[in-house]
């Protein structure tokens, strides 16, 4: 059995490029650094990064443009595939990259990179009011649980 299997999870180096194939998919490249700390024989700490450049196609791919940004973390989950082309120069060109499968965003920092622009949309409270999503209530944040015990065959799944 063979398998061809990369879980990465790092900071995006730069934004994500959202472009289309000729056949119309949406594919959006990025890359992603992660790093290493270990120490020598000497005792000292050492580090490392690495640069992974990472494809995404389809809906995934318009998620991604959209929402992460230079400095956001990300899982990236998917295959390694290597590719050769014949640059302008004339030289082959290798490229290795991975294909992601999946990629599940990272926790949201409060400053910096990585982060959404906040935008002013708005939206309906429980009251029918329309208010901006900045000024949510605070009641919003809390959970109502329900009065009755679930049963654990009453989950559909």
């Not at 490392?48 to 640069?51: E, G």
């Not at 389809?58 to 318009?62: D, I, S, Y």
């Not at 004339?90 to 290795?96: D, M």
């Given at each position: 059995m063979y398998l061809n299997k990369a879980f990465i999870f790092g900071?995006?180096?730069?934004?994500?490029?959202?472009?289309?194939l000729p056949s119309g998919t949406p594919v959006t490249n990025f890359s992603i650094a992660t790093n290493r700390v270990w120490?020598?024989?000497?005792?000292?700490q050492q580090e490392?990064?690495?640069?992974h450049n990472v494809v995404v196609f389809?809906?995934?791919?318009?998620t991604v443009s959209q929402y992460?940004?230079?400095?956001?973390?990300?899982?990236?989950?998917?295959?390694?595939?290597?590719?050769?082309?014949?640059g302008q120069d004339?030289?082959?060109?290798?490229?290795?990259e991975i294909v992601a499968d999946r990629v599940q965003f990272g926790p949201r920092s409060?400053?910096?990179g990585g982060g959404m622009a906040p935008t002013q949309s708005s939206q309906k409270d429980s009251a029918g009011q329309t208010q901006s999503v900045g000024e949510k209530k605070e009641e919003l944040d809390t959970i109502?649980?329900?009065e009755e015990d679930i049963k654990p065959g009453d989950i559909p799944f």
């Open positions: 900071n995006l180096t730069r934004d994500p490029e959202l472009k289309s120490k020598d024989k000497d005792g000292k490392s990064v690495d640069f389809g809906r995934q791919a318009e992460l940004r230079k400095g956001s973390s990300a899982l990236i989950e998917g295959r390694i595939q290597n590719r050769s082309w014949d004339g030289e082959k060109k290798y490229r290795t409060s400053g910096g109502e649980y329900p």
